[in-house]
């Protein structure tokens, strides 16, 4: 499963920005996950989709700002971020689990795509 990131960019604060992840031709069989890191502090949990799309898990402080979704005819995943914060600036990445339904924990997830850096000004 190839993965490829792309949508990121500077945004003020309260801005929104929508993260794309083209994936393989397999990727409708796996979970997908977005991740991101800050400098200088470690790689952190975002959000997931399972295969399907019916089930999504996200990390505490993007609840109710981020969404996640996908479209399995066009093997991709976004990642919808509304009411952004200077904490969210970071070097977004999406993944592919083997799992249909994939954790929060990165070693869960096998193949990762190349990041797309997120910048959000106060």
């Known amino acids: 499963v190839q993965l490829q990131a792309s949508g990121g960019g500077l945004v003020q604060a309260g801005g929104s920005l929508r993260l794309t992840c083209e994936a393989g031709?397999?990727?409708?069989?796996?979970?997908l996950g977005w991740f991101r890191q800050a400098p200088g502090k470690e790689r952190e949990f975002v959000a997931a989709i399972s295969w399907n799309g019916r089930y999504t898990n996200y990390q505490d402080s993007v609840k109710g700002r981020f969404t996640v979704s996908r479209d399995n005819v066009k093997n991709t995943m976004y990642l919808q971020m509304s009411s952004l914060k200077p904490e969210d600036t970071a070097v977004y990445y999406c993944a592919a689990s083997l799992k249909a339904v994939a954790g929060t924990g990165a070693d869960g997830y096998r193949y990762w795509g190349q990041g797309t850096q997120v910048t959000v000004s106060s």
């Open positions: 031709r397999t990727s409708s069989n796996n979970g």
